[in-house]
């Protein structure tokens, strides 16, 4: 019974908390700036148009998500002020899937992709950076 409790809670592999905390916030932070931060960067420099749910303007719209999706998610790759960057990059998560996806999960307008990277951010904001960040590193 005991290798069968073993094998089904995979009790084998040792739990490491903090290394855990770190991929996800390099993963995240990485992806999001890489694939999303990038990329609104380029469209801001260009000028380009972006929505303006509040009125603030395209591009102050524009540089805002570009703050949360590229900078923050750098600081947060770091795990510098990461409480707040996860909040920051949180709130664009949930600005993209509730106004710029009408808050769909399925279909041609899907906003998956921002709801999933929300559960991430939300998770970093709940936990913290763990032991393997700057924040850490400045609090000893």
Same mark, same amino acid.
């Given at each position: 019974?005991? =290798?069968? =409790?073993?094998? #089904?809670?995979?009790?084998?592999?040792?739990?490491?908390?903090?290394?855990?905390?770190?991929?996800? =916030?390099?993963? #995240?932070?990485?992806s999001m700036a890489?694939?999303?931060?990038?990329?609104? #960067?380029?469209?801001?420099? $260009?000028?380009?148009? /972006?929505?303006?749910?509040?009125?603030?303007?395209?591009?102050? @719209?524009?540089?805002?998500?570009? $703050?949360?999706? #590229?900078?923050?998610?750098?600081?947060?790759?770091?795990?510098?002020? @990461?409480?707040?960057?996860?909040?920051?990059?949180?709130?664009?998560?949930?600005?993209? /899937?509730?106004?710029?996806?009408?808050?769909?999960?399925?279909?041609?307008q899907s906003g998956?992709?921002?709801?999933?990277?929300?559960?991430?951010?939300?998770? +970093? +904001? +709940?936990?913290?950076?763990?032991?393997? $960040?700057?924040?850490?590193?400045?609090? =000893?």
């Amino acid at each position: 019974m005991s =290798r069968f =409790r073993s094998l #089904l809670t995979l009790s084998t592999i040792p739990t490491a908390n903090d290394f855990g905390l770190l991929v996800l =916030r390099v993963w #995240l932070g990485g992806s999001m700036a890489a694939l999303h931060g990038l990329g609104k #960067l380029q469209r801001l420099q $260009s000028g380009g148009a /972006f929505m303006d749910p509040f009125g603030l303007g395209s591009t102050a @719209s524009l540089g805002l998500s570009t $703050s949360a999706e #590229l900078l923050a998610a750098v600081l947060l790759v770091f795990g510098l002020a @990461s409480r707040w960057t996860a909040a920051l990059t949180a709130v664009n998560m949930v600005v993209a /899937f509730a106004l710029a996806h009408g808050g769909a999960l399925t279909g041609d307008q899907s906003g998956e992709l921002a709801f999933v990277y929300l559960a991430g951010f939300v998770t +970093l +904001l +709940l936990t913290g950076p763990g032991r393997y $960040s700057v924040d850490h590193a400045m609090t =000893r």
